[in-house]
Nanobody, 125 residues
Framework: QLQLVESGGGLVQPGGSLRLSCAAF????????IGWFRQAPGKEREGVACISGSDGSTYYANSVKGRFTISGDNAKNTVHLQMNSLKPEDTAVYYC??????????????????WGQGTQVTVSS
């Protein structure tokens, strides 16, 4: 059974940094794409960054390009999201999700099959 566990959320001041981690259990990242999505109150879920376990290719939403970096450690079956220069508009619940590498698309959240429980990120002074 596929399971994803997120960690690393919290409260940070604008301009600060956080590192989210997504540990995968029950499958290997080599055959999956892992995505980080976020959802703020009253807003739709947004694909923030995705990485393919098969070739390491990445995708970033325009809103986070140059500030967020997604990376995978296949040996540890873990994916990280390094978030720098955080803004109040980055405040949301962040979820990691897994889908088959050949069909998962960051712009289509329903192409991902398994989801973690989410971790809150709050950017506020």
């Amino acid at each position: 059974q596929l399971q994803l566990v997120e960690s690393g959320g919290g409260l940070v001041q604008p301009g600060g940094s956080l590192r989210l981690s997504c540990a995968a259990f029950g499958f290997t990242l080599d055959y999956y794409a892992i995505g980080w999505f976020r959802q703020a109150p009253g807003k739709e879920r947004e694909g923030v960054a995705c990485i393919s376990g098969s070739d390491g290719s990445t995708y970033y939403a325009n809103s986070v390009k140059g500030r967020f970096t997604i990376s995978g450690d296949n040996a540890k079956n873990t994916v990280h999201l390094q978030m720098n220069s955080l803004k109040p508009e980055d405040t949301a619940v962040y979820y990691c999700a897994a889908g088959p590498w050949y069909q998962a698309m960051c712009v289509k959240s329903n192409s991902f099959e398994s989801w973690g429980q989410g971790t809150q990120v709050t950017v506020s002074s």
